[in-house]
């Protein structure tokens, strides 16, 4: 008996397991790994539901048309958002114009030469003009009037422009 319980514990001695110091180097290499995997993943998932619009308008320019009588204002826009900006509609001290794609006003009216849905993609940029007659709410030269450009997205861009 005395020789099989000196065979086992030999036998036992001569097998080695790995040792808690290589087991515990092994598990967080693993674990290191799925993290950063699972990082990546989720960081994809995040980055196609935060894009978002941002329109800047970058310059607002008046000058007085006398051959038409009418104000020409300029509005340069440039989408630094990170998704495509639709501009869907243009309002003059909250009111909004007359008509859409017109470069003329006609008695009394207020129009853009927007289009009714002006896209702009990331990055891109954009110039609206936005016309005002003489007659048009009782504006005269020298009156700060309040353009706003509206987004699908809900969103408003606002430049205060001074007729000259």
């Given at each position: 008996?005395?020789?099989?319980?000196?065979?086992?514990?030999?036998?036992?001695?001569?097998?080695?397991?790995?040792?808690?110091?290589?087991?515990?180097?092994?598990?967080?290499?693993?674990?290191?790994?799925?993290?950063?995997?699972?990082?990546?993943?989720?960081?994809?998932?995040?980055?196609?539901f935060t894009q978002f619009e941002k329109v800047e308008i970058q310059s607002?320019?008046?000058?007085?048309?006398?051959?038409?009588?009418?104000?020409?204002?300029?509005?340069?826009?440039?989408?630094?958002?990170?998704?495509?900006?639709?501009?869907?509609?243009?309002?003059?001290?909250?009111?909004?114009?007359?008509?859409?794609?017109?470069?003329?006003?006609?008695?009394?009216?207020?129009?853009?030469?927007?289009?009714?849905?002006?896209?702009?993609?990331?990055?891109?940029?954009?110039?609206?003009?936005?016309?005002?007659?003489?007659?048009?709410?009782?504006?005269?030269?020298?009156?700060?009037?309040?353009?706003?450009?509206?987004?699908?997205?809900?969103?408003?861009?606002?430049?205060?422009?001074?007729?000259?």
């Amino acid at each position: 008996m005395r020789a099989l319980r000196n065979k086992n514990s030999k036998a036992a001695r001569s097998r080695r397991a790995v040792s808690p110091v290589i087991a515990t180097v092994i598990l967080v290499a693993i674990a290191i790994t799925v993290s950063v995997a699972v990082a990546y993943w989720m960081g994809g998932i995040a980055g196609s539901f935060t894009q978002f619009e941002k329109v800047e308008i970058q310059s607002g320019v008046c000058a007085w048309n006398s051959s038409s009588t009418q104000w020409d204002i300029t509005i340069k826009l440039k989408n630094t958002g990170t998704a495509t900006a639709t501009l869907i509609g243009c309002f003059v001290n909250e009111i909004e114009v007359d008509s859409y794609t017109l470069t003329t006003a006609g008695n009394n009216q207020s129009v853009t030469d927007m289009t009714n849905s002006l896209t702009i993609s990331s990055g891109a940029s954009a110039t609206i003009g936005v016309y005002i007659d003489v007659g048009w709410e009782a504006v005269t030269p020298g009156t700060t009037v309040n353009v706003k450009i509206h987004s699908a997205g809900g969103m408003d861009y606002i430049k205060l422009i001074t007729l000259v």
